[in-house]
């Protein structure tokens, strides 16, 4: 299945959920912000939230800094 990832294209097995795109995008456990087709997607969606064909997924992530 193909989605756009941070505005590049990406691969990813059909049904992905937000956590696996995660693991595999190398977020890990990291604290992140993620929007799906311009939606929020809760934290605590992430599990359950499964990707679907031509989707545009937004990662941020806060960098610490002075």
Excluded: F, W
Aim: glycine letters at 10%.
């Amino acid at each position: 299945m193909h989605i756009t990832l941070n505005g590049s294209p990406r691969d990813c097995a059909p049904a992905t959920t937000v956590a696996q795109l995660l693991q595999e995008a190398g977020y890990g456990t990291r604290r992140v912000a993620v929007e799906v087709n311009h939606e929020i997607v809760p934290r605590s969606l992430h599990i359950s939230h499964a990707l679907a064909e031509g989707d545009q997924v937004e990662i941020v992530h806060a960098i610490g800094g002075g």
